[in-house]
């Protein structure tokens, strides 16, 4: 079965700081995994997909990703952190087979302080 | 501009009534999905359709159903065999093929009075 844990309910970082948001997920097949942010009173947002080509993936807003099969991590970065990037953010997989949906992990606040 | 519309954005609803919440694409995608978010809890599966009049249950259909007459329409009846109906509640289309991203409708707060 399909699973994604994403580690820390809630990371803090100041103004400036690396972001790292972490994810691991379970796959039995080769996986697609994806990072998707969330504002208050909103819909989700994608940020980046990996689709196995590039291990390292480069989204919006200066986030960027690393799929590491060995450690069955997809863990999200940002070398520096602005005030706007305080929101939810989740990590999700699927596979490729007809009928499946996307699973998410229970998202990670990230707080940014000045 | 091309999208997904949910309407309305804030509903209430009182304890035994049935409530349908609209989701609109106007993407031209063949997948719709319907899920359920609680704090802490991320986002739950509750229905899912990849083709019109076709339909299949998530993690937690229990107390809902779902129509998908139109390729652009897949309204979620909350009905009210839902124990806790209260959530945030998100839709979601893909072109077909489970490995594309999903976009997301600006969700619909139920609250139960």
């Known amino acids: 079965a399909q699973s994604v844990t994403q580690l820390g309910s809630h990371v803090s970082v100041s103004e400036g700081a690396l972001v790292l948001l972490r994810c691991n997920y379970s796959s039995s097949v080769p996986p697609y995994l994806f990072w998707y942010v969330q504002y208050p009173n909103q819909g989700l947002q994608l940020l980046l997909k990996?689709?196995?080509?590039?291990?390292l993936v480069k989204g919006i807003n200066g986030f960027e990703a690393e799929f590491k099969k060995s450690e069955t991590s997809f863990h999200l970065t940002k070398p520096s952190a602005h005030m706007s990037d305080a929101a939810e953010y989740f990590c999700?997989?699927?596979?490729?087979?007809?009928?499946?949906?996307?699973?998410f992990g229970k998202g990670t606040t990230l707080s940014v302080s000045s | 501009d091309g999208g997904i519309t949910q309407s309305p954005k804030y509903l209430f609803r009182k304890e035994g009534q049935n409530v349908t919440l609209s989701c609109e694409q106007n993407?031209?995608?063949?997948?719709m999905y319907w899920y359920r978010q609680d704090p802490g809890q991320g986002l739950r599966l509750i229905y899912y359709?990849?083709?019109?009049?076709?339909?299949q249950k998530g993690d937690i259909a229990e107390g809902y159903s779902v129509s998908r007459e139109k390729k652009e329409s897949f309204p979620l009846t909350v009905t009210s065999a839902q124990k806790n109906p209260t959530a945030f509640y998100l839709c979601?289309?893909?072109?077909?093929?489970?490995?594309?991203?999903?976009?997301f409708g600006q969700g619909t707060r139920l609250t139960v009075v």
């Open positions: 999700a997989v699927t596979y490729n087979q007809a009928g499946t949906a996307l699973i």
């Open positions: 993407l031209n995608h063949d997948a």
């Open positions: 979601a289309s893909s072109p077909r093929g489970s490995y594309t991203e999903a976009f």
């Open positions: 990996y689709t196995s080509a590039a291990t």
């Open positions: 359709s990849q083709i019109v009049n076709d339909f």
